[in-house]
């Protein structure tokens, strides 16, 4: 499929660890980068990690040492693990789909992300 399934996410506690997953096509995964994006009330929408279609990857500064992106080719399913969670992580985390082809590096701009998954909430409490 073009636009991207979400799954995972949920109630974590600070310093703990959550997880978020997507999936989409073989052709699309394998050929566009793919980030993910959380949005809140108070910050709205936020960049967090990108990864190109060749697997270099690019993060939002707060998050970097504790989230990574990464690709299951077998699946063709992308990942953010977190670690380490931290109350300001709470947010609707949606993946995304670049829509160019092949675009040499991750993008962090969302109006270059054409297609979108339906998004998933991450809690974090204490």
């Known amino acids: 499929q073009v636009q991207p399934v979400e799954s995972g996410g949920g109630l974590g506690q600070t310093g703990g660890s959550l997880s978020v997953s997507c999936v989409v096509s073989?052709?699309?995964?394998?050929?566009?980068?793919m980030g993910w994006f959380r949005q809140t009330p108070g910050k709205g929408r936020e960049f967090v990690a990108a990864?190109?279609?060749?697997?270099?990857?690019r993060y939002v500064d707060s998050v970097k040492g504790r989230f990574t992106i990464s690709r299951d080719y077998v699946k063709n399913t992308l990942h953010l693990q977190m670690n380490n969670l931290k109350a300001e992580d709470t947010a609707v985390y949606y993946c995304?789909?670049?829509?160019?082809?092949?675009?040499?590096?991750?993008?962090?701009?969302?109006?270059?992300?054409?297609?979108w998954g339906q998004g998933t909430q991450v809690t974090v409490s204490s």
């Open positions: 990864i190109s279609w060749s697997s270099h990857t």
């Open positions: 073989e052709y699309t995964f394998r050929n566009y980068g």
């Open positions: 995304a789909l670049d829509g160019t082809f092949r675009r040499d590096l991750p993008s962090i701009a969302a109006e270059t992300y054409h297609y």
